[in-house]
Protein backbone atom coordinates (compact mmCIF):
# COMPACT_ATOMS: atom_id res chain seq x y z
CA UNK A 1 0.00 0.00 0.00
CA UNK A 2 2.68 2.42 0.71
CA UNK A 3 4.39 1.47 -2.45
CA UNK A 4 1.16 2.07 -4.42
CA UNK A 5 1.01 5.33 -2.69
CA UNK A 6 4.66 6.49 -3.31
CA UNK A 7 4.04 5.50 -7.35
CA UNK A 8 0.53 7.79 -6.95
CA UNK A 9 2.37 11.06 -5.68
CA UNK A 10 6.11 10.53 -6.90
CA UNK A 11 7.10 14.07 -5.35
CA UNK A 12 7.02 12.41 -1.91
CA UNK A 13 10.15 10.44 -2.79
CA UNK A 14 11.93 13.29 -3.24
CA UNK A 15 11.06 15.51 -0.38
CA UNK A 16 11.87 12.43 2.27
CA UNK A 17 15.53 12.73 1.14
CA UNK A 18 15.42 15.93 1.02
CA UNK A 19 14.13 16.93 4.72
CA UNK A 20 16.73 14.23 5.38
CA UNK A 21 19.59 16.11 4.71
CA UNK A 22 18.01 19.37 5.83
CA UNK A 23 17.54 17.21 9.40
CA UNK A 24 21.55 15.69 9.38
CA UNK A 25 22.80 19.20 8.63
CA UNK A 26 21.19 20.89 11.19
CA UNK A 27 22.02 18.12 13.54
CA UNK A 28 25.20 17.33 12.50
CA UNK A 29 26.23 21.31 11.44
CA UNK A 30 29.80 21.53 14.00
CA UNK A 31 31.15 18.82 12.58
CA UNK A 32 29.94 19.10 8.80
CA UNK A 33 32.46 19.16 6.27
CA UNK A 34 33.36 22.62 4.35
CA UNK A 35 30.43 23.82 2.16
CA UNK A 36 32.49 24.06 -1.02
CA UNK A 37 32.33 19.59 -1.00
CA UNK A 38 28.72 19.68 -0.14
CA UNK A 39 28.48 21.58 -3.61
CA UNK A 40 30.90 19.75 -5.56
CA UNK A 41 29.12 16.68 -4.33
CA UNK A 42 25.21 18.56 -5.56
CA UNK A 43 26.91 19.21 -8.95
CA UNK A 44 28.68 15.89 -9.05
CA UNK A 45 25.06 14.38 -8.45
CA UNK A 46 23.24 16.51 -10.37
CA UNK A 47 25.68 16.13 -13.75
CA UNK A 48 25.00 12.08 -13.19
CA UNK A 49 21.39 12.63 -12.60
CA UNK A 50 21.62 14.66 -16.01
CA UNK A 51 23.84 11.84 -17.87
CA UNK A 52 21.38 9.03 -16.89
CA UNK A 53 18.15 9.98 -17.78
CA UNK A 54 19.74 10.66 -21.60
CA UNK A 55 21.23 7.64 -21.66
CA UNK A 56 17.92 5.96 -21.50
CA UNK A 57 19.26 2.32 -20.81
CA UNK A 58 16.29 0.74 -19.13
CA UNK A 59 18.63 -1.73 -16.74
CA UNK A 60 20.36 1.52 -15.84
CA UNK A 61 16.77 3.36 -14.42
CA UNK A 62 17.52 2.34 -11.06
CA UNK A 63 21.08 4.35 -11.17
CA UNK A 64 18.56 7.25 -12.16
CA UNK A 65 16.49 7.14 -9.25
CA UNK A 66 19.30 6.29 -6.59
CA UNK A 67 21.15 9.90 -7.59
CA UNK A 68 18.43 11.62 -7.68
CA UNK A 69 17.45 10.48 -4.24
CA UNK A 70 21.43 11.14 -3.26
CA UNK A 71 21.00 14.62 -5.48
CA UNK A 72 17.78 15.69 -3.13
CA UNK A 73 19.64 14.66 -0.27
CA UNK A 74 22.30 16.50 -0.50
CA UNK A 75 20.21 19.46 -1.56
CA UNK A 76 19.20 20.17 1.51
CA UNK A 77 22.21 19.25 3.96
CA UNK A 78 24.05 21.98 1.56
CA UNK A 79 21.10 24.14 1.90
CA UNK A 80 20.75 24.11 5.22
CA UNK A 81 24.46 23.81 6.24
CA UNK A 82 24.90 27.19 4.22
CA UNK A 83 22.41 29.13 6.05
CA UNK A 84 23.89 28.23 9.28
CA UNK A 85 27.18 29.23 7.91
CA UNK A 86 25.76 32.52 7.11
CA UNK A 87 24.38 33.55 10.37
CA UNK A 88 27.54 32.49 12.03
CA UNK A 89 29.87 33.92 9.74
CA UNK A 90 30.13 37.59 11.57
CA UNK A 91 31.96 38.33 14.59
CA UNK A 92 30.50 41.15 16.37
CA UNK A 93 32.59 43.30 18.51
CA UNK A 94 31.94 42.77 22.79
CA UNK A 95 31.68 46.49 23.26
CA UNK A 96 28.37 48.85 22.03
CA UNK A 97 28.72 49.87 18.49
CA UNK A 98 27.17 52.05 16.14
CA UNK A 99 25.71 50.09 13.15
CA UNK A 100 23.57 51.14 9.83
CA UNK A 101 20.82 49.15 8.72
CA UNK A 102 17.45 48.62 8.00
CA UNK A 103 14.03 47.24 9.47
CA UNK A 104 13.15 44.20 7.47
CA UNK A 105 9.55 43.36 9.05
CA UNK A 106 7.26 45.53 10.48
CA UNK A 107 8.25 46.22 14.54
CA UNK A 108 6.24 43.47 16.81
CA UNK A 109 4.99 45.19 20.10
CA UNK A 110 6.20 43.68 23.22
CA UNK A 111 5.73 44.28 26.90
CA UNK A 112 8.28 46.57 27.20
CA UNK A 113 9.62 46.33 23.44
CA UNK A 114 9.61 46.60 20.34
CA UNK A 115 11.02 43.46 18.25
CA UNK A 116 13.03 44.83 15.35
CA UNK A 117 14.33 42.43 12.66
CA UNK A 118 17.46 44.71 11.11
CA UNK A 119 19.95 43.98 7.67
CA UNK A 120 23.03 45.30 9.18
CA UNK A 121 24.63 46.91 6.74
CA UNK A 122 27.70 48.94 8.15
CA UNK A 123 29.75 48.95 11.65
CA UNK A 124 31.46 52.56 12.65
CA UNK A 125 33.89 52.40 15.04
CA UNK A 126 36.75 55.38 16.00
CA UNK A 127 39.10 54.59 12.67
CA UNK A 128 36.83 53.70 10.62
CA UNK A 129 33.45 52.16 8.64
CA UNK A 130 33.37 49.14 8.08
CA UNK A 131 30.63 47.40 5.92
CA UNK A 132 28.79 44.29 6.55
CA UNK A 133 27.51 41.69 4.11
CA UNK A 134 23.89 41.54 4.58
CA UNK A 135 24.04 40.65 8.48
CA UNK A 136 20.38 40.18 10.15
CA UNK A 137 19.42 40.87 13.68
CA UNK A 138 17.11 41.12 16.13
CA UNK A 139 16.98 44.21 18.02
CA UNK A 140 15.00 45.22 21.04
CA UNK A 141 14.03 48.78 21.02
CA UNK A 142 12.78 50.38 24.02
CA UNK A 143 9.36 51.10 24.14
CA UNK A 144 8.08 55.04 23.24
CA UNK A 145 6.82 57.16 20.86
CA UNK A 146 9.42 57.25 18.55
CA UNK A 147 10.14 53.65 18.38
CA UNK A 148 6.09 53.29 18.13
CA UNK A 149 6.18 55.24 14.51
CA UNK A 150 8.82 52.69 12.93
CA UNK A 151 8.15 50.77 10.10
CA UNK A 152 9.63 48.56 7.90
CA UNK A 153 12.28 50.01 5.25
CA UNK A 154 13.25 52.54 7.64
CA UNK A 155 16.73 53.14 8.00
CA UNK A 156 18.59 53.10 11.53
CA UNK A 157 21.51 54.64 13.39
CA UNK A 158 21.65 52.26 15.86
CA UNK A 159 24.32 52.27 19.06
CA UNK A 160 24.28 48.81 20.93
CA UNK A 161 25.87 45.75 21.98
CA UNK A 162 24.38 43.09 19.74
CA UNK A 163 25.42 39.57 20.29
CA UNK A 164 24.90 36.31 18.74
CA UNK A 165 21.90 34.28 19.92
CA UNK A 166 22.22 32.11 23.22
CA UNK A 167 19.82 30.10 25.18
CA UNK A 168 18.90 30.00 29.11
CA UNK A 169 20.62 27.49 31.72
CA UNK A 170 17.67 24.87 31.48
CA UNK A 171 18.88 21.81 29.37
CA UNK A 172 15.54 20.62 29.02
CA UNK A 173 14.09 23.96 27.42
CA UNK A 174 13.49 25.48 23.52
CA UNK A 175 16.76 25.60 21.75
CA UNK A 176 16.31 29.52 20.94
CA UNK A 177 19.29 29.96 19.71
CA UNK A 178 19.47 27.61 16.79
CA UNK A 179 16.31 28.20 16.17
CA UNK A 180 17.22 31.93 15.47
CA UNK A 181 20.00 30.89 13.23
CA UNK A 182 17.98 28.79 10.65
CA UNK A 183 15.96 31.34 10.02
CA UNK A 184 19.50 33.22 9.28
CA UNK A 185 19.29 35.91 12.45
CA UNK A 186 23.17 36.69 13.05
CA UNK A 187 22.71 38.51 16.28
CA UNK A 188 20.47 40.28 19.38
CA UNK A 189 20.84 43.31 21.18
CA UNK A 190 18.96 46.03 23.43
CA UNK A 191 18.70 49.32 22.57
CA UNK A 192 17.81 52.01 25.11
CA UNK A 193 15.83 55.41 24.33
CA UNK A 194 18.01 57.81 22.88
CA UNK A 195 20.53 55.50 21.52
CA UNK A 196 18.89 54.91 17.41
CA UNK A 197 17.96 57.46 15.33
CA UNK A 198 16.42 57.62 11.70
CA UNK A 199 18.89 58.19 8.83
CA UNK A 200 17.77 61.68 7.17
CA UNK A 201 17.34 61.92 3.51
CA UNK A 202 20.64 64.21 3.62
CA UNK A 203 22.93 61.59 4.99
CA UNK A 204 21.62 58.99 2.35
CA UNK A 205 22.49 61.76 -0.70
CA UNK A 206 25.69 62.80 1.18
CA UNK A 207 29.19 61.51 -0.19
CA UNK A 208 29.85 58.90 1.84
CA UNK A 209 28.94 56.02 0.26
CA UNK A 210 25.16 55.65 1.08
CA UNK A 211 22.67 55.26 -1.42
CA UNK A 212 18.83 55.05 -1.19
CA UNK A 213 18.02 51.01 -1.27
CA UNK A 214 15.09 49.58 -3.26
CA UNK A 215 12.22 47.64 -1.75
CA UNK A 216 13.11 43.74 -2.47
CA UNK A 217 10.22 41.96 -3.53
CA UNK A 218 9.30 40.50 0.29
CA UNK A 219 9.17 43.59 1.42
CA UNK A 220 6.81 45.14 -1.17
CA UNK A 221 4.36 41.73 -0.48
CA UNK A 222 5.05 42.10 3.33
CA UNK A 223 3.84 46.05 2.97
CA UNK A 224 0.74 44.86 1.15
CA UNK A 225 0.19 42.38 3.58
CA UNK A 226 0.08 45.51 6.35
CA UNK A 227 -2.25 47.45 4.32
CA UNK A 228 -4.63 44.24 3.67
CA UNK A 229 -4.42 43.43 7.91
CA UNK A 230 -5.23 47.23 8.55
CA UNK A 231 -8.00 47.20 6.38
CA UNK A 232 -9.51 43.93 8.37
CA UNK A 233 -8.89 45.55 11.38
CA UNK A 234 -11.24 48.64 10.20
CA UNK A 235 -13.80 45.89 9.49
CA UNK A 236 -13.88 44.72 13.12
CA UNK A 237 -11.53 41.38 12.87
CA UNK A 238 -9.47 40.90 15.78
CA UNK A 239 -8.13 37.74 17.70
CA UNK A 240 -8.41 34.48 16.21
CA UNK A 241 -10.66 35.86 13.70
CA UNK A 242 -8.14 38.10 12.43
CA UNK A 243 -5.43 35.47 12.62
CA UNK A 244 -7.45 33.50 10.54
Not at 78 to 92: K, M, R, S
Not at 230 to 242: I, M
Amino acid sequence: MVVSYLHRYPYIRLVIPWIAGVFCGDRFFNGSPELFWGILAFCFLAGLSIGCYFLGRYSLRWCFGIAILALCFTGGWVGITWQLQHATGYTFPKEETVYRGWVTDTPETKEHTFLCRVLLKEQRDSTAIHSIDDCKAILYLQRDSAAARLKRGDELWVSARISPPVNGQNFDEFDYARYLMRKGISGTGYVVSGKWMLASSEMLSSGNGNIARKSTLLEVAGSCRDRILSLYRQLGFEGDGLAV
